[in-house]
């Protein structure tokens, strides 16, 4: 199974999102994520057996408890960068407890042998992927005539393992253990 841990949206902000969404898909045609898949991953995890997916619940379960963590969603930009992006994302603003949380679960799991996080952690919200060179003039000029780039903020008080599975239309996710922050 395809495993990640990560937090969830509020619905609040999943409608913000879409309705931002929908006004700027017409600008770029590109891999549009959907909404309803958003979330703040803490960690990936991969392909783990099933067979040790009760070790990996005790050992999430045991990641110290940060406290509600404040998160606000603001800001667009370009991943690895804005002249040859492969992703556009929604910025995430948070104090560094979230790192802490984020760093807690990458080493609960590199205890059980998932390979470490190379990268330096940045939370973000994977809006669009784009996988090959295009002309986004448009989406630029889209994002730049948006009246804010504010799209809400929220209390994290739990972090979640899901599965993901391929599908048509996506990856689809099944939400399988909560872990609360407090």
Do not use: C
């Amino acid at each position: 199974m395809r495993l990640f841990v990560a937090l969830d949206l509020p619905d609040t902000i999943l409608k913000t999102l879409d309705a931002l969404s929908r006004q700027l898909q017409p600008a770029a045609r590109i891999g549009w994520s959907p909404v309803a898949n958003l979330h703040i991953t803490t960690k990936f995890i991969g392909n783990w057996p099933e067979t040790r997916l009760a070790e990996l619940k005790s050992a999430l379960a045991a990641v110290p408890r940060a406290g509600a963590i404040r998160v606000q969603i603001e800001g667009l930009g370009w991943f690895p960068n804005p002249h040859s992006p492969r992703i556009f994302f929604a910025g995430i603003r948070a104090p560094h407890a979230l790192a802490d949380l984020a760093h807690a679960t990458d080493a609960a799991t590199a205890r059980l042998g998932v390979p470490s996080e190379a990268r330096e952690f940045h939370p973000h919200l994977t809006l669009a992927r784009i996988k090959e060179p295009l002309d986004l003039a448009g989406l630029r000029k889209a994002v730049a005539n948006l009246p804010s780039v504010a799209f809400g903020e929220f209390e994290a008080r739990s972090q979640f393992l899901y599965s993901s599975r391929p599908a048509p239309s996506g990856s689809i996710y099944e939400r399988l253990e909560e872990f609360p922050l407090s």
